[in-house]
């Protein structure tokens, strides 16, 4: 698969009328492969609803970093946004050793957990070489949700 090219056709896909976008992406795709994985992207971007709309006030926050969150413990920060803060994790029950990445939702109102809950559904049913694997899942001591997903080293993504 020619992921650049999926890429593009995705990117320009985006621009079209929603109504036509499966019609523009089947003509434009050289092969059925790529028109489906192109339109499985757009699927998934149309599912993801509300969790793309503007994040929530930022809320400061000490760092959890040396807090256990299931198997995890959690190393050092590696970022923040609007909804959570994301950690470099190491698995910690003694099970196997794996590195992480574990991104803690901030105590918000529950009326935000539906939008962690929903990125997170998505990422469980995503398959894709450009995105992080969900790992792991579930709720802290303190009751706020959390995901646990491939640790990807490398820049940060707004770089």
């Known amino acids: 698969m020619d992921w650049r090219r999926v890429e593009q056709l995705f990117d320009e ?15 434009m795709a050289a092969d059925n492969a790529l028109a489906d994985e192109v339109l499985s992207l757009l699927q998934a971007a149309d599912r993801s609803g509300a969790f793309l709309a503007p994040e929530a006030p930022e809320v400061a926050e000490p760092s959890a970093t ?50 962690f809950q929903a990125e997170r559904q998505i990422l469980a049913e995503l398959e894709h070489p450009g995105v992080a694997r969900l790992l792991d899942g579930g709720i802290s001591d303190d009751g706020r949700p959390y995901m646990v ?11």
């Open 66 to 115: 040396g807090q256990r969150f299931g198997a995890w413990l959690l190393q050092s920060r590696l970022g923040s946004g609007g909804m959570g803060e994301v950690y470099r994790a190491e698995r910690a029950d003694g099970e196997y050793r794996q590195s992480a990445a574990l991104k803690l939702m901030r105590p918000l109102p529950k009326s935000y957990w539906g939008r």
């Open 149 to 159: 997903l491939e640790y990807v080293a490398g820049a940060p993504i707004d770089d």
């Open 13 to 27: 896909a985006l621009d079209q009328p929603a109504a036509e976008r499966e019609a523009w992406v089947r003509r």
